[in-house]
């Protein structure tokens, strides 16, 4: 008679079987989700990045330029944006360097005006630095039509010229030794800032088209920012001077905008 080892399992042996199968489930679980951690916390910064910006992309689908235009809301929402990343409530758009040139030509008499004396001329020469902005809370306006988004912008002003005082220089043009031209000096001096303020208005025409650029990189970025079709419409800049009055009914959405209350 021969013998064979028995295999059979005792129901009982069974259960005592399945809390171990459990806990080595369990233990795996663990060393997975451990695992799993280790790995999302040594992903470089740009596939995290990459990823978030993606999750941020499925999550505003909706938030496109057609959408905030029939909303009315691209010019709070420029606004807002504009102020918080320019630290300011004015958008600086040109510089101008130049080196400008004033005269002063007095003429003076003796004797109750029968005996005339010769002219004097007076120059003076200094480097001067101007600045032009677009202030934030003027009036802004912007429309889109197909592909492309028109910028209605307040009107280019000078900021207050910069002049290098230390480089100011002082001719006499015309005029004799014997005359005292200093008053005549200071007569021009006197009437510098004035002049260069107008001076600064008379460039506009010279910075407007690099102002113009100036403008459209920007609402091109934050449009490219702040909605996800933003980076396919062309930007097109109109100064209030350039202008046409649109007509009641014009095609096309529209935001007009008023100044900030």
């Not at 420029?78 to 360097?97: D, E, I, K, M, P």
Request: net charge neutral; charged share 20%.
């Amino acid at each position: 008679m021969s013998l064979s080892p028995d295999t059979s399992i005792s129901p009982s042996s069974a259960r005592h079987a399945w809390p171990r199968v459990i806990l080595c489930l369990g233990l795996a679980a663990i060393g997975a989700g451990v695992w799993a951690w280790q790995s999302i916390a040594t992903l470089p910064l740009a596939a995290l990045d990459k990823g978030t910006a993606m999750v941020k992309e499925i999550g505003h689908q909706a938030a496109t330029v057609a959408h905030a235009f029939r909303e009315r809301n691209v010019r709070e929402e420029f606004l807002s944006s504009a102020a918080t990343l320019t630290g300011t409530r004015r958008l600086q758009v040109a510089t101008l360097q130049e080196h400008e040139t004033f005269r002063r030509k007095e003429s003076n008499s003796l004797a109750w005006g029968l005996i005339p004396l010769p002219s004097i001329v007076v120059q003076a020469d200094v480097p001067v630095e101007y600045g032009y902005y677009l202030d934030f809370d003027g009036p802004w306006e912007f429309q889109q039509q197909d592909g492309a988004v028109t910028v209605y912008p307040p009107v280019l002003v000078p900021s207050t010229p910069a002049s290098d005082i230390s480089k100011l220089t002082f001719y006499t043009i015309e005029g004799h030794v014997w005359q005292d031209d200093k008053a005549v000096r200071n007569r021009l001096l006197a009437t510098l800032t004035p002049a260069l303020h107008r001076r600064a208005v008379e460039h506009i025409p010279m910075v407007k088209e690099i102002a113009r650029q100036q403008v459209q990189i920007f609402v091109g970025k934050w449009l490219t920012a702040s909605f996800s079709d933003g980076h396919e419409f062309h930007v097109k800049v109109v100064f209030p001077d350039e202008r046409l009055t649109p007509a009641p009914g014009e095609a096309g959405s529209k935001v007009v905008s008023k100044a900030a209350e």
